[in-house]
């Protein structure tokens, strides 16, 4: 029967849901500097659909189970001896929980730590779909200020002083210490360990989010926060997306099994997809490490196409970050250019996309001047072309010098 | 670095979060009646894997994106085309959201509408996954009495009104009108209109779990609910877990968009899988229905050895349902026979799994003398062999005459 839909659900809405628009994608450019997405044509998809072959033909029949919701054990395996390989980070499958993209586990970690008034602490710019979650709860997220080194740590501390001063207790801290998303830095062994000093000090949970990690194309890696603790307040999320694809939907978390047991029930949908976990896992298992190594060698050229692009078309009218790795780099344009209101007419007229800066904001106003461009998705020859593009649309509509 | 863990979450945690254990499988018995799985044997796992080739050669490269969360267009315009068909709903691919099963949709839905406190209504004994969720917002979860046909509309009336008189409002009314989950019986046409007459009468929506409604034995279709209505108060669920596989973790609601839109955000981990939904849609589009066909002989199959095989063997010491399809029955034990009590032992022993009826009431004690036993993994030789050794089981261990 076609509906009336004369019922009204407005009054019925729980006080706890949320009035905001969903989570989701936005038209796209065809030079789309708005998402980090890994690069296309190097997806494995040949070397996953046989994968995922194999795992059908060992275990197919399994696919008629509900799997506990820490999710596909072999994976969980999987990551526990990367992570101790690749971070130093000794756990075990059990301290593991699989998830639908790092944003379920950032969302579980969330939901769980955060009440409405809750104060947040992140760095000066931070990832966008975590401060979705965090307004979603109703956290009060306040950015501190940064350079290049990542957190400052006289900043944190005045930051945290003030919070207590107003009656309220800090809650979490939220950092991307490794190619942070939005700015690109890395933050220096040094300041991770102030970082922990301060969140030891003050009794202060870390959520570190390390997903990009395994992207890095200059450089040395530095030791992640989880590995630096031996308390057990850092709780660390990492993701397939990058280095296998974003539509496998596959991240994963570790943490305290006191934090673990209480995320759990916050966890929609079961265990994750076991179709998707089959063929990453058999993948990760042969070709994973091999994989890295190609895709930050295609992804290093890219960086290095729009870091060129810019200088030829933004020297000396903006300033932008190199970052040793990671999908994305930030661009700081003379202030009073407001890249928000410009994104609807370059991204119709230009082709090109771009995430204003004031969407990495905790105020959701700071940073209308600067811009987040990802890489990963064009080719090296599109990027250089997208920067003559963006720089012509800021020029002729933005005021750009 | 090992971990001492002395950091204490336990302070931190919200108060909102649920401090109850995850939802996940138990250890399984070799016949495994607790759980309603599909058939393992006929699993399509060629089939999917050749679908999933197809899609990739298609648009594999789009696996390097985020969808918006709604999920994958195509999957949503064949949902559209077969509820229209099948079920008589007409709605477009926007007035649908893919979930990872049904469960998500379920805690979308709860999620939205639940404050703490708040009272919902469902048959005396429901589904124990969307009990979960409503406990985990708290819910207040009142049973309504059923017969063979359904919820009765007296009670229904009397507990609208009891309630009333508590000066609370219902909040929602749960039902699996069609092979109720636990007990199997379907909800007559007479009943379902009376229902939706309440409903209309005192403003409140239904969430409709349809997730059975493929699996059909005997007798005739009869309209959801959803089809029925047309003032745009039914939440209509479903999924593709019984009719291919829960591992694929694809399920599905359809709503008045200002539910979905205010349900959206609940959503965690963004789109569902989409190297799932590549293979589960071209799949759907080129086998479900005949699929539909095969595995409704087999499970027709297993439903008469398991009602033969309590013909057998408890004939005059306890009475059952046969539903007309779904994947589960339920058996009454004399009063005193406390199954939940001897579930373990039973496991361990007789491997044989069931779920105690106590899974399944709202107030976690009623049913203890019940079972839901579902007949869908075994093979009908199995299900013979299980209930010999269940009925063993439950007159040395539990006093069954």
Redesign the interface.
Known sequence: ??????????Q??????????????NKRGKYDFA?A?????S?P?TD??AS??TA?HEE???????????GYLPLREFLAAKLARDR?I?VTADDLVL???A??AL??VI?????PG?VVLTEDFTYSGTLYQMR??RANVRGVACDHEGLLPDALEAMIKKVKAEGRQP?LIYVVPTFQNPKGGTMSLERRKALLAFAQKY?L?ILEDDCYVDLRYDGQDLPSLR???????VIYVGSFSKTI?????LGYMTA?R??L????????????????AF?VHRYAVNHLASHIEEITDIQRAKRDAMVAGLETHFAGAATWTKPEGGLSLWVTLPAGIDVAALRPKILEIYDVGYSPGNNFAPDSISGKNCLRLSFG?NTPAEIQEGMGRLAEALRCEGGLA
């Open positions: 029967m076609t509906q009336s839909n004369t019922f009204q659900f407005q019925l809405f729980a006080r706890h849901s949320a009035d905001m628009p969903s989570w989701g994608a998402i997405y890994p690069d296309p044509a997806l998809l996953l659909l995922l072959q059908l197919g029949q399994n696919l008629a189970l509900y799997l506990p919701s820490a130093n000794q998830t639908a993209g944003g379920q969302h579980m939901e769980t730590l955060i009440d809750d979603r709860f809650k009794n949970p590995a630096l603790d031996d308390t057990g307040l694809a974003p539509g496998m939907r305290s006191e934090l047991a209480r995320a759990l029930p916050a966890k929609s949908g079961g265990a994750v997809n076991l179709f998707a063929a998705y």
